[in-house]
């Protein structure tokens, strides 16, 4: 259980790590608010003509008496539109790295810089645009594998009580696990390991795993909060995976720059 808290802890220090960096904070609210414009938008337009998207799926309702028509339909909406929340709650961070994918490895980069005892980090030598290829794959990959995940726990989610307590929790630390597999990849990708490697790392430390992504995935259903938690989640994400594959750190993140246990800090660059 030590690791959940660990693994929050993590969180909270890349929080603090990205508002010691401004200019990179700043820079990193960009790709968040552009997949934050078009995930509103589809959602918008899921509110707006869900009910007759179901209207049109269902004609064999048509012919059926009030109330049972209007029940039967209202509730197929509103699980329509569930299952678009939780389908956006999955992918927006996927989203959000491929499209910030530059900034993001920058910034990752400087948090290894920064906590590793002789001040360098992993780099990758592959092109921009097959990082991003295999960010992709990969992306989609896990995306398959939640989306089964979903499909399993939305039938559970009938079974009177379990459905109604045990569901949602098991739902939440699934979207926790994914979540953290998508921002800890911009840090692990440089170092080579790949998506099967990666999810055999996580389910080693399943608690440390959820510790970070659970708390983050509630704070994503919040409009807006997810732009502001991107930066430094990817840094506390970086934090983690150096604890996954047990690398040195010469200092957690948590000092201020210049201050006794923590590293000079350095120039902002930009991607």
């Avoid at 992504?213 to 430094?232: I, R, W």
Wanted: charged share 15%; with cysteine.
């Amino acid at each position: 259980m030590r690791d959940l808290g660990v693994g929050f802890g993590y969180l909270l220090k890349g929080q603090r790590w990205v508002a010691r960096h401004g200019r990179q904070f700043g820079f990193g609210l960009l790709p968040g608010l552009i997949t934050l414009v078009l995930y509103a938008a589809a959602l918008t337009a899921l509110a707006l003509w869900g009910a007759d998207a179901v209207t049109w799926a269902t004609p064999f309702a048509d012919d059926w008496g009030s109330p049972w028509q209007g029940l039967f339909r209202g509730f197929l909406t509103a699980v329509l539109f569930a299952l678009g929340l939780l389908l956006a709650v999955l992918t927006f961070t996927a989203v959000t790295l491929l499209v910030g994918q530059p900034f993001y490895e920058n910034l990752s980069e400087k948090v290894d810089a920064d906590v590793s005892p002789d001040g360098t980090a992993p780099r990758s030598d592959l092109p921009l645009w097959r990082e991003l290829w295999i960010s992709a794959r990969d992306s989609l990959r896990v995306l398959v594998r939640a989306a089964l995940w979903g499909v399993l726990l939305f039938a559970l989610g009938f079974l009177p009580f379990v459905g109604q307590t045990a569901v949602p929790v098991i739902g939440f630390c699934v979207t926790g696990f994914f979540l953290t597999e998508e921002l800890a990849a911009v840090a692990l990708q440089r170092r080579g390991v790949e998506l099967r490697a990666r999810l055999a790392l996580f389910r080693s430390r399943k608690t440390l795993v959820w510790g970070f992504g659970t708390p983050l995935g509630l704070a994503f259903l919040v409009p807006f909060v997810a732009v502001f938690l991107m930066p430094g989640a990817v840094a506390g994400a970086t934090l983690l995976a150096r604890d996954l594959l047990g690398e040195e750190s010469a200092d957690d993140g948590s000092a201020a720059p210049g201050a006794p246990g923590g590293r000079p800090d350095t120039e902002d660059v930009t991607p």
